[in-house]
Structures are given as C-alpha cells and as structure tokens.
C-alpha cells in the first residue's frame, strides 16, 4: 500500500502542470530587475498594446517601433509603478503618451524643415489632412479609421475602441474634454460617410 501512494505521487508530480505565476507576482519580480519576469509581462501584454499603436498610428512599422519604446518607457518606470491601476491600463497610458511625443516630435520637425513652396503641402501634414486613396480602403473600418485625421483617430480610438473616458483621455492627452467631444463627433461623422460610399 505505501508503495502504491509513493508511485501515485511520483506521477502525481510528474504529470502535474506547472503552476502559472500571477501577474502580480511577474510585476513584483520584474520590479526588482528580474528580466525573465518581464519578458513573461511582454508576451502577455505586447499584441493588445501593437493593436493599440496600429489603430494610433495606422502604420504597422511605426506601430511596431511605437510597442518597442513603450516596453523600453515600461522597464524603466517599473520601480515607480504604484499599480493604482492595471498593469494593462498603465502600459496603454504609456504607448499613448508614446504616440503623443512622437507627434509632437514630427510636428517640430515638419515646421522647421518646410521649405516656403512646401507651405501649403505641410500645413496639410502638421493639420493631419489624410485622404482615403479609393473607395476599397472607405469600406474597411480599419482602413477608414486608418485614414482620419491624427486627432480625431487618437481621440476615437482611446473612446469608442479602448474605451477610456473622456476625463482618462483629457488627461492622457492634455486637450479639454469638449475638444475631445467634438474630435469624437467628427471621426464619427467622418467613418459615416467614409463607410457609405
């Protein structure tokens, strides 16, 4: 009989699944520099936050470079992480503040680069004018999101898609929540009649 319960605790062992570490667990060790315990974060964490960043930038190479600078930010704000919020709430706050200072890094950039011929075209650019190049691309939503004009992308995207509130975004972002509102009401207006063409 003690034969029989030692050999079913050895398959017992042997057989047993892993246990899988908690979240809460991984941010604690990654928190102290366990870098195994955040590349365990990232594998959790990183297709939601590229998803973000694609609807954000409507660029999958931007996107990508967006979801790397936001992992790098995330590694070196870990030890300030007061998990006030989720691990998922915090890291969207910082791919969008991500996608923020790149605007505002290709926004000084464009002006001080444009040439006075070039003022028309990159007053269209710093505006964020985007056209829809066919009707195929009005008639995919992810497309026609793709094609609105940079702040009223970012502010339907946190909204409708994300789901922040407006009071969430104002902060993230800075703008006053009815500038967010009207944002809000014209990517609408603008994926209606984007989508029925």
């Not at 195994?36 to 974060?41: P, R, S, T, Y």
């Not at 909204?159 to 922040?164: I, N």
Request: charged share 30%; aromatic share 4%; net charge neutral.
């Amino acid at each position: 009989m003690a034969r029989a319960l030692s050999l079913v605790r050895h398959e017992a062992s042997v057989d047993a699944p892993r246990l899988v570490v908690g979240e809460d667990e991984l941010v604690a060790r990654a928190r102290r520099g366990d870098v195994d315990a955040f590349e365990q974060l990232y594998r959790l964490h990183a297709g939601r936050v590229y998803a973000l960043c694609l609807r954000l930038a409507a660029d999958p190479v931007v996107a990508r470079e967006l979801t790397q600078d936001t992992f790098v930010k995330a590694w070196e704000a870990l030890p300030r992480f007061r998990a006030d919020a989720s691990l998922s709430t915090w890291l969207h706050r910082i791919a969008v503040n991500a996608m923020l200072e790149r605007r505002r890094g290709e926004m000084r950039r464009t002006a001080r680069v444009s040439l006075a011929e070039d003022e028309d075209e990159a007053e269209m650019h710093v505006a964020g004018i985007v056209l829809a190049p066919d009707v195929a691309t009005a008639i995919d939503l992810e497309r026609a999101i793709a094609a609105l004009p940079p702040g009223v992308r970012r502010a339907f995207v946190l909204h409708d898609v994300e789901g922040f509130t407006h009071e969430e975004i104002a902060t993230m972002t800075g703008l006053a929540a009815g500038t967010l509102r009207a944002q809000l009401h014209r990517a609408r207006q603008l994926l209606m009649r984007a989508l029925s063409i």
